[in-house]
């Protein structure tokens, strides 16, 4: 049996586990590796569209620790974006004229200068300013109470994670108390226009499964959970993106613990859909680490899978051209974004 990917303390010999975990024995010799999937549809190697997103990482510090949590963060983690790289990334917005900036942590808002970011993105033309709240930062503490005006104001697109509908899942994932702070910043966004016909104030919510299996499919969970948060909460949403959890990190260090790797690698090979390749998030997103450092989606940021552009890794060295000639870096994780409907940071891609 594959053992505890807590063996080795600093961060690289981690990812250097996980790496080997992704690889391990039993899962290399009875299925296919992705890159045999793609060689088998002609979609190796696999290539960028035209880059659309600029998804930043602000940092890993966040006020929660979701058990779920691909990037590891919690109220502990120090790793923080500096004010000259979210410079740098303002700079590469306003020549590039990117459309889509989205800001990711950790909690996004807890990085000192995310306001000053917000409010200078929306000067140069942002045409759409996604970021992605935890909700319960809204309710952390009085700093944070504005928030959602701060929000109207720019015109931010708020996508949130809520694991269900009800406090007992909610919970379960992301601590005690989650859910009621969660609802409660909900009708708040609710209450200054968000979700209301035509206010053009966009407000999504995210759904993780609470276990090894994959999501149910997207339109029905949508369904599901307008109708119990309207009826029970009276709370307006747009969209529901059902996001399936990827091996890696925090959720890796669940499937090892409880023995189901093997069997979730499974039910991702076994349900991948050829379709979903075409829409992952890796073909026109590039994603940006806390430290200036660009990866093909923020899932290779946490197996320090850099592009594969090494003279242009950082954003201290961005070159749109090379990026978008680039070869897309692969392993046994993206599976999960290929498996079913497919997954990406916007939901269902198939």
Request: aromatic share 10%; charged share 25%; proline share 4%.
């Amino acid at each position: 049996m594959i053992k505890s990917l807590k063996a080795s303390g600093n961060k690289l010999s981690i990812i250097e586990n996980q790496l080997k975990v992704l690889a391990s024995e039993p899962f290399r010799t009875e299925l296919p590796t992705f890159k045999a999937k793609l060689e088998l549809i002609n979609q190796f190697s696999l290539k960028p569209s035209k880059l659309e997103i600029f998804q930043i990482n602000l940092g890993y510090m966040c006020n929660q620790v979701c058990k779920h949590c691909h990037v590891d963060a919690g109220p502990d983690r120090k790793e923080i974006m500096t004010k000259e790289h979210l410079q740098r990334c303002l700079d590469i917005l306003e020549v590039i004229k990117i459309p889509t900036v989205d800001l990711t942590g950790g909690a996004p808002e807890m990085n000192p200068n995310f306001r000053w970011f917000v409010e200078e993105a929306h000067k140069i033309g942002v045409k759409e300013i996604i970021v992605r709240s935890n909700l319960t930062i809204i309710r952390a503490n009085k700093k944070y109470f504005d928030l959602p005006d701060f929000f109207k104001k720019h015109n931010v697109h708020v996508v949130s994670s809520l694991p269900y509908y009800q406090a007992g899942k909610t919970d379960a994932q992301r601590g005690d108390g989650v859910f009621a702070k969660s609802i409660k910043a909900l009708q708040t966004l609710n209450d200054i226009g968000y979700s209301k016909d035509g206010s053009g104030l966009k407000l999504d919510l995210v759904y993780n499964p609470n276990g090894a299996f994959l999501p149910s499919d997207q339109s029905d969970l949508e369904r599901e959970f307008k109708r119990n948060l309207k009826n029970d909460f009276d709370i307006d949403f747009h969209n529901l993106f059902a996001i399936t959890n990827i091996p890696i990190s925090r959720f890796l260090d669940y499937l090892v613990a409880s023995d189901n790797y093997e069997e979730y690698m499974e039910k991702l090979v076994m349900a991948f859909n050829p379709s979903a390749v075409d829409g992952v998030m890796c073909k026109n997103t590039i994603s940006v680490d806390w430290d200036g450092y660009m990866y093909d989606c923020d899932f290779n940021q946490q197996l320090d899978m850099k592009v594969a552009t090494k003279d242009t890794q950082h954003i201290n060295d961005f070159n749109l051209e090379r990026l978008e000639n680039r070869t897309i870096l692969i392993n046994q994780h993206c599976y999960g974004c290929t498996a079913g409907a497919g997954s990406s940071c916007q939901g269902t891609v198939a």
